[in-house]
């Protein structure tokens, strides 16, 4: 098995790109970016792929990154959930396979702490400096929730305090707001992050990043 690649922003050249993954809704986000690109643009496109996503998840990431450079990716990110188990699972199943054969750091980060630094902005202005929850109602199954903190050092972005998980039966959390998907803007969040994690050379092992599916009665897949 290959060792976990940290490379150091200088020595990009050989592994210049960054990938990031969002399949938690039936739309797959799918964002790369070219590290030597003084401008750090972002590429993003998203693709309604409903139950298509098994057949076509390659060939979208191909759309914006070309297989033959998968070798060549420094760091990837994906979306852990909540969301659905069959499309969660499969982008997470692709970049740790990716990152394991290329031996490079792979961030497993929920949907709802990338959601999180946009729905603070659903709390009164005096909440929002404080812990707050996103919930999310699943018919027959229950709530859904996580607790988030946004980062006073760096206001983009949140510290997830509590994973999501189901609350227990007529369980409240406050203050609270509910999830809200937006996977162009969550899927930018999410290579963001990544490319933070990538300046400052964290560690991250693609085998510690698993499906976050809280109402699975078999727990974490």
């Not at 999310?136 to 988030?148: F, H, S, T, W």
Request: charged letters at 20%.
């Amino acid at each position: 098995m290959n060792q976990t690649r940290i490379n150091h922003p200088d020595t990009d050249e050989h592994a210049p790109f960054l990938l990031a993954m969002h399949s938690c809704t039936e739309t797959l986000g799918v964002a790369t970016i070219d590290l030597r690109d003084p401008n750090q643009s972002i590429r993003c496109e998203t693709f309604p792929l409903g139950r298509r996503l098994s057949n076509s998840l390659i060939n979208c990431i191909e759309k914006l990154l070309p297989s033959q450079n998968w070798v060549r990716i420094s760091r990837i990110a994906v979306a852990t959930g909540p969301g659905g188990f069959t499309g969660t699972r499969l982008t997470i199943v692709m970049a740790r396979t990716i990152a394991q054969q290329i031996g490079c750091p792979l961030d497993g980060i929920s949907s709802f702490a990338l959601m999180a630094p946009r729905l603070v902005f659903k709390l009164e202005p005096p909440q929002r400096d404080k812990s707050f929850w996103i919930v999310q109602d699943l018919p027959r199954r229950g709530i859904v929730a996580g607790q988030y903190l946004i980062n006073s050092k760096n206001n983009k972005q949140a510290i997830e305090l509590t994973s999501p998980h189901l609350l227990k039966p007529g369980l409240k959390v406050k203050p609270a707001v509910i999830a809200k998907e937006n996977i162009n803007a969550d899927v930018i969040k999410l290579i963001e992050i990544s490319m933070e994690s990538h300046k400052s050379c964290n560690k991250s092992n693609w085998d510690k990043v698993l499906p976050l599916y809280p109402t699975s009665p078999v727990g974490k897949i």
